[in-house]
């Protein structure tokens, strides 16, 4: 099983529980290979990402992302790391077929073999719908600006299993990179929509189980679908996946291990960040919460869901 993680010393942390997640859920004997594309991390990030080899069964590859992607728009939203994914055919090694590339906000929790062995067909990429209450009127003029039909799909770039074997065979990284440089001015989500535009038809969905983020699980377990009104996913399958969630992303800010960070799962992370070689570092950042601020964000998220279960819309 080939995993990869585009990430720096900013985002360590995440990917590290990141990873222990996703080795705490696999069955026995499941070798992972994870490779890490990096434009550098620190002594301290690279022993702890190397200790991880003593406890799991894991082998650990560091791709030299330096100075690769410098000519690509950077800024508070985006760092050079992001366009990583774009070229992942080229900078992993010509052994592997297929490869899970996953962002570092996400947990694991359960196997995703079955995911991952999935049948490709005609694909290159595999992703989910993206897990959001799309309003008609913006995701239309998506479609209109990037000059899509009206049935085009829109995954979330955070979890996308490669066909790494048949991209490469089809030079299709080349013709996403051309594509991206001329008309990366134009984008709200960067790679994301790159990769949305570039591998359009050749998009298999999965199940929504296997990219859903925690304010999505917490609003459809109390709100029920009527808040996904607008996305095309079938409600029984957002149910499920907010009952039974694969992969959970943490996307937007702040991150579960940023200060006063209040998320509706974060009992999860914290769980595998107890087992991480970070685990040191949980002292400090409990240090620098503000107090009443925390106990305000809960009792609020407390008093919505008290609402919504005096109000009889959860499901």
């Excluded at 979890?159 to 990284?173: A, D, K, Q, T």
């Excluded at 991206?180 to 709200?188: E, P, T």
């Excluded at 002292?283 to 009792?299: A, E, L, V, Y």
Aim: aromatic share 12%; proline share 4%.
């Amino acid at each position: 099983m080939n995993i990869v993680y585009a990430t720096d010393d900013n985002g360590a942390l995440g990917t590290g529980v990141s990873i222990v997640s996703l080795m705490e859920n696999l069955p026995p004997g499941v070798h992972a290979d994870i490779y890490i594309m990096t434009g550098g991390l620190s002594g301290d990030n690279t022993a702890r990402f190397h200790s991880l080899q003593q406890g799991y069964n894991l082998h650990l590859h560091f791709i030299d992302m330096k100075d690769k992607y410098t000519d690509f728009p950077v800024g508070s939203k985006w760092s050079a790391a992001t366009y990583y994914r774009l070229g992942l055919a080229g900078e992993l090694p010509a052994t592997v077929e297929r490869a899970l590339y996953v962002d570092i906000d996400t947990i694991f929790n359960r196997d995703i073999s079955p995911m991952y062995e999935s049948e490709f067909g005609d694909c290159l990429i595999a992703g989910v719908f993206t897990t959001e209450d799309l309003s008609e009127e913006s995701f239309s003029r998506w479609k209109r600006e990037m000059n899509l039909g009206r049935d085009s799909i829109y995954i979330n770039a955070g979890v996308i299993l490669y066909h790494i074997g048949r991209i490469r065979e089809e030079c299709f990284e080349s013709q996403v990179l051309s594509w991206a440089k001329n008309n990366i001015h134009r984008l709200s989500w960067q790679d994301q929509d790159i990769l949305n535009v570039c591998y359009q038809q050749r998009i298999l969905l999965l199940h929504p189980m296997w990219n859903i983020c925690d304010g999505a699980i917490w609003s459809i377990r109390w709100e029920g679908v009527t808040s996904f009104r607008n996305n095309p996913l079938k409600p029984a399958d957002l149910l499920e996946a907010a009952r039974r969630p694969g992969i959970i992303h943490y996307w937007g800010h702040p991150k579960p291990w940023h200060p006063n960070s209040i998320r509706q799962d974060y009992g999860l992370f914290y769980k595998y960040w107890k087992k991480s070689p970070w685990k040191d570092d949980i002292r400090d950042f409990r240090k620098q919460n503000d107090p009443g601020r925390m106990f305000i964000s809960k009792m609020r998220c407390l008093l919505g869901k008290g609402k919504r279960l005096l109000q009889g819309r959860h499901q």
